[in-house]
């Protein structure tokens, strides 16, 4: 463990509809060192992929401090904010949100194209990521031609071409089957343990949890203290 990667204090965040407010996250307080890999559980709509969008520079907090690996995340620039996640934070999602028309190169390869990086190098990073996550074969497959576990190994390819110190994933297991999401979860263990990445993953699956080095649980966008599991959570995975 070492230096502190997230630092969250008193942060809430309160989304407006017309007239009403809806309190999504209230007086957050966290920290997320170095090598972490924290897993984030609770109910439905307790607000965990806001606090995982809000750390990655996806969405802004209404108030209270953020600091992501140094960047004031809540009032920097949308310029300079889209450019820090795009060097910093890989993102995986629960559907995979690969480009239909674009192969697993292509799909891999496009963090890339905001960098200026030669089409060599390139090529030499999107190959890596692909052996990485066990696709180096499937280089000219496209999206369709892939199996759920595969989509998602891409997802992850694309997630870490860019070498990010902090790696964000939102139910990453939830769209798979036992076994693809067993791969899955090699791969974020091996991604935090060989390669030092610093990862936060939501899920609701207790087996998927214990790959994580710690669990917090939120409820009602409270962050419960640590060791301590949201009342209805259990009803919910039923
Ligand atoms: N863009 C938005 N506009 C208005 N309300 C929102 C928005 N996004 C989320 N919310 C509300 O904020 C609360 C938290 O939502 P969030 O998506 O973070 O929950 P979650 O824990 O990820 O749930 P799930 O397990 O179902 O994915 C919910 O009440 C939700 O309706
Ligand atoms: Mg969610």
Known sequence: MGKPVVEIQGLSKIFKRDSFEIPALENINLVIEEGEFLCLMGPSGSGKTTLLNIIAGIDRPTSGELRVLNEDVARVSEDRLAAWRNSHVGFVFQTFNLIP?????????????????????????????????????RIHHYPRQLSGGQEQRVAIARAIVTDPTLLMADEPTGDLDAQSAEEVLDILSRLNRDYKKTIVMVTHDPHAASHATITRHLEKGRLLPLGVEAMNEQQVQA
């Open 101 to 137: 028309v674009l192969n697993a190169f292509e799909n891999v390869e496009l963090p890339l194209l905001l960098t200026k990086l030669s089409a060599e190098e390139r090529r030499k990073h999107v190959l890596a990521a692909l052996n990485l996550v066990g696709l180096g074969e």
